[in-house]
């Protein structure tokens, strides 16, 4: 999955289309095995609910669930991303046991245009959080590596935070352009925020071809790929913002899968779509078990 820095800056000079991190204070827990855990970086455990539920009724049911199923002694931060019309009652539902995102922001602040949300409007409700760059608003709705910087930056420059989704397509995924693609998505969505800034982003990695596929990436395949992003922000950042930044992963996490991915060292959490709309799954991956990678 390595390229030559050739043919690495030819794509770069292309374009693909293809949370805080202020909460690194988080203490490692009781009998840690993972460099996540020895890095401080508490897993980060989000929900997107896509175009889900269809109603505020489910929406209600679907979140109170999802927060009974957090106990005190939880081993994951947890997140949801859920659809604009939903925010303030599950923030409401959630209070302060998860952390309640955007599913995304229109890279403008004010003005004419329809159907546009900015970080100002989410704020003045309460929200502080939103995704950016998800492959669905890549290919569905167009968005290119420039509008997802703007998105990104907006968000930052807001004192909100983001989580900058990457991934390859299936196609680029069988011409080994994996790392390539990681690495451009990166830099194009992170353009112009500075270090500092790099503890309102978490990065999620989704590989479009595990997306609503049920082919989740092994384990090793996507603990591979969050080295090459971590080394990637190393030598944007260096590394203290490499070690700290969280770098979730997303595409089909189940409850069978959640554990053998989290025993990685580089995986941080996840960014679940089709099971965060069922509490008991969306709970069982919260509550994930540690798996010993040295035994
Ligand atoms: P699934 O978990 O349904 O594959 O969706 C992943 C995703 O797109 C989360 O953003």
Redesign the pocket.
């Known amino acids: 999955m390595k390229f030559s820095a050739a043919f690495t800056f030819l794509l770069l000079a292309g374009t693909t289309n293809a949370f805080v991190n202020k909460q690194f204070t988080s203490p490692s827990f009781p009998g840690c095995t993972t460099s996540t855990e020895l890095a401080a970086r508490k897993p980060f455990m989000t929900g ?1 609910w896509k175009l889900n539920p269809q109603t505020k009724a489910e929406a209600v049911d679907l979140a109170r669930g999802i927060v009974d199923s957090i106990g005190e002694d939880s081993p994951s931060d947890v997140g949801l991303f859920v659809p604009f019309p939903f925010l303030e009652t599950v923030q409401n539902i959630a209070g302060d046991k998860l952390i309640v995102g955007a599913e995304m922001i229109t890279p403008e602040m004010k003005g004419a245009f329809t159907g546009g949300v900015s970080p100002t409007m989410l704020k003045s409700i309460g929200i502080e959080w939103a995704l950016a760059g ?1 492959s ?1 608003r890549r290919t569905i709705n167009g968005e290119s590596d420039e509008d997802i910087n703007a998105q990104c930056k907006l968000l930052v420059e807001n004192d909100m935070n983001v989580v900058l ?1 990457i991934g390859e397509t299936l196609e680029e995924f069988e011409k080994s352009l994996v790392d390539a693609v990681c690495e451009i998505q990166l830099k194009k969505g992170l353009e112009g925020i500075s270090a500092d800034q790099m503890s309102a982003v978490t990065i999620a990695y ?1 590989p479009v071809w ?4 049920g082919k989740v990436a092994t384990p090793e395949i996507a603990q591979s790929v969050h080295e090459s992003i971590r080394q990637i922000l190393d030598k944007m950042y260096g590394s203290s913002v490499s070690e700290s930044t969280r770098i979730l992963y ?4 189940s409850p069978d899968s959640v554990d053998g991915l989290l025993a990685q060292p580089d995986i941080d959490g996840g ?5 965060s709309l069922d509490a008991t799954s969306f709970g069982r991956i919260i509550n994930f078990e540690t798996v010993d990678v040295m035994a």
């Open positions: 997107n998800h669905e989704c989704e595990a997306i609503g596929t997303g595409g089909s996490v960014l679940v779509g089709g099971a």
